[in-house]
């Protein structure tokens, strides 16, 4: 029996919702600031029409779990915990950063990406990731929050993906990689992937530890 993950992301003016099915991918996305509330379970309700699923037909439900705005945070975290707890399934927190590079390596033939999304205030949220064996995402090292200025990178051939190199182009000094000039947001479809693996390594949560997961203390939409 193929697995089945419902994934929900909500941290980025980007509302999107998923389910991964076997090898099958089923989304909606629509970039839609300070709507999410009204526009993720109509959804969550579509895309499971689609697949022909239900909720107790499900695996798990995973959701972006941050870095990202407060609001857009906590609806994808009380989403997933109230679907999971009715469902009774795990919940897999994904990192938003580690969701963008996954998008990027996707789409391109990077072998390693550094994700700058704008955290306002600033300030860029930023991962760095290497392409692993399944092609998707590895950290390495710490997702962190701060000025531009504070952003590096050793070694060279990074792409540069995420909201904030167009918002600071501060970041652009003395960065020698590709930087993208069309920012992208965080996609379910890529929660979802990433989601899989965890699944199959078994780093799930229960539903009531579902959380976002902020960075830093002060926190903005």
Not at 22 to 38: C, D, I, N, Q, T
Not at 46 to 66: N, R
Not at 82 to 95: F, K
């Amino acid at each position: 029996m193929s697995v089945r993950i419902l994934a929900l992301e909500t941290a980025t003016e980007a509302c999107s919702v998923a389910v991964l099915a076997g090898s099958a991918m089923y989304r909606r996305f629509e970039v839609r600031p300070r709507a999410h509330l009204r526009l993720l379970l109509p959804m969550v309700e579509s895309v499971l029409t689609e697949a022909e699923l239900d909720l107790g037909d499900l695996d798990a439900i995973a959701f972006g779990c941050g870095p990202g705005g407060f609001t857009g945070l906590r609806i994808a975290a009380g989403a997933a915990q109230g679907l999971a707890l009715g469902a009774r399934l795990p919940v897999i927190p994904v990192s938003n950063l580690a969701a963008l590079a996954a998008s990027t390596m996707r789409d391109t033939t990077a072998r390693k990406v550094i994700v700058c999304q704008d955290a306002r205030m600033g300030e860029v949220y930023w991962g760095t990731f290497d392409r692993g064996a399944d092609d998707l995402p590895v950290a390495s090292g710490p997702e962190r929050v701060g000025p531009p200025e504070a952003v590096s990178v050793a070694g060279s051939d990074w792409l540069g993906a995420g909201s904030g190199w167009l918002a600071y182009p501060q970041l652009h000094v003395g960065f020698a990689g590709v930087i993208e000039t069309n920012p992208r947001w965080p996609d379910a479809a890529d929660v979802a992937a990433i989601a899989l693996g965890e699944l199959q390594a078994g780093r799930v949560l229960a539903p009531e530890l579902a959380a976002p997961t902020y960075i830093r203390n002060n926190v903005t939409y």
